[in-house]
């Protein structure tokens, strides 16, 4: 921003990606990714908080093809930290269907992309994993409602987190079986 001039000085097309609703990386989304590979999963937060028009094609991509070398590289606390915010943001369910799409989830919640075909049982008419994310959407909405609406956000990502991964040992269970 010039405050001289009173303008936004935009060198890389930053407000037509906001008038054209595109989250994107700039130059090569490779590249990008390379610097630091946290930016794959803050795009996918991102994305679960502005909605899914607004994914650039390219950019799912490069975390795709990118999936396999990008949690093993960065530090645990730096993924939690991004994880929570997802749980904290308004559609945690989402982020974890993105998570999963471009391969991170297997790496990052292993337990959860292992309950995506496990049928949810007598219960349940959706898999465990459908089961999951519909309860961490659930659980995200109803902290929006009075007296949980002003807890500290860590404290909301716990209870979301707490029913995101409430079935998770159903999977090995059924091996059992």
Known sequence: YDPFEGAVLDYVGGLEDLDAKKLRFIGDPHDRLAEDRLRAIRYVRFLGALGEEWSDTESMDAIRDMSSDIVPKLAWERIAEEVLRML???RPDVCMNHLREVGLLKDILPELEAAYDVPGGGHHAETVYEHSLLCARRAREFLDNPPYQNRH?????VFVLACL??????PSAARLI
């Open 88 to 90: 904290e943001g308004p």
């Open 165 to 170: 991964i409430h079935d998770l040992g159903k």
């Open 153 to 157: 956000p860590s404290r909301r990502a």
